[in-house]
Antibody
Framework: QVTLRESGPALVKPTQTLTLTCTLS??????????VTWVRQPPGKAPEWLAR???????YYRTSLETRLKISQDTSKNQVVLTMTDMDPVDTATYYC??????????????WGQGALVSVSS | VMTQSPGTLSVFPGERATLSCRAS??????LAWYHQTPGQAPRLLIY???TRATGLPARFSGGGSGTEFTLVISSLQSEDFGVYYC?????????FGQGTKVEIK
């Protein structure tokens, strides 16, 4: 059974750096074709795609946020880490990690974490 | 840009629901549909415009290509109410539509 679980702070101050960790269970990040993506969703709004990392360590970023985002993986821990610098109240959202596991060839996410609500406030 | 219509759809249980998604430029069949209920993560329904995700009931069907897409739910069940999002994965960054809320009439 494949599961993803986000962890990180619930509250950060403006200008601080957010670090979120996604732990994958039931499947290795090294598995060919596996991708993990971060998506965020502000309260009451649509999801917004942020970044993706592939099993071969290829990385993709939302262009408008590229200077603030960094995605990486620790295959020994089966974790994907997202950092976002210079946090602002408009970055308040639920942050999801999502996996492309069974839909290889399609960037559609068939496994999702439960989400981590991150508030940005002084 | 992905544009979904209608914004809200009021449907009786057992009725048919048709949701639309329009892309501002062609995305081939690189389109997915998700369903989300309050407090839950989105759940993948359809990918490749018409391929049902594992375990998805046959009452859900997706169609379209290029810029016009539809999701049809043939007979709405109570668990089908919530918000539906389309997502294109033809171009970077991947983008979601603003959602269609399906509510009980």
């Amino acid at each position: 059974q494949v599961t993803l679980r986000e962890s990180g702070p619930a509250l950060v101050k403006p200008t601080q750096t957010l670090t979120l960790t996604c732990t994958l269970s039931g499947l290795s990040l090294n598995t060919s074709g596996v991708c993990v993506t971060w998506v965020r969703q502000p309260p009451g709004k649509a999801p917004e795609w942020l970044a993706r990392i592939d099993w071969d360590d290829d990385k993709y970023y939302r262009t408008s946020l590229e200077t603030r985002l960094k995605i990486s993986q620790d295959t020994s821990k089966n974790q994907v880490v997202l950092t976002m610098t210079d946090m602002d109240p408009v970055d308040t959202a639920t942050y999801y990690c999502a996996g492309r596991i069974g839909t290889v060839g399609h960037d559609a996410y068939d496994f999702w974490g439960q989400g981590a609500l991150v508030s940005v406030s002084s | 840009v992905m544009t979904q219509s209608p914004g809200t759809l009021s449907v009786f249980p057992g009725e048919r629901a048709t949701l639309s998604c329009r892309a501002s430029q062609k995305v081939s069949t690189n389109l997915a549909w998700y369903h989300q209920t309050p407090g839950q993560a989105p759940r993948l329904l359809i990918y490749g415009a018409f391929t049902r995700a594992t375990g998805l009931p046959a009452r859900f069907s997706g169609g379209g290509s290029g810029t016009e897409f539809t999701l049809v739910i043939s007979s709405l069940q109570s668990e089908d109410f919530g918000v539906y999002y389309c997502q294109q994965y033809n171009d970077w960054p991947r983008t979601f539509g603003q959602g269609t809320k399906v509510e009980i009439k």
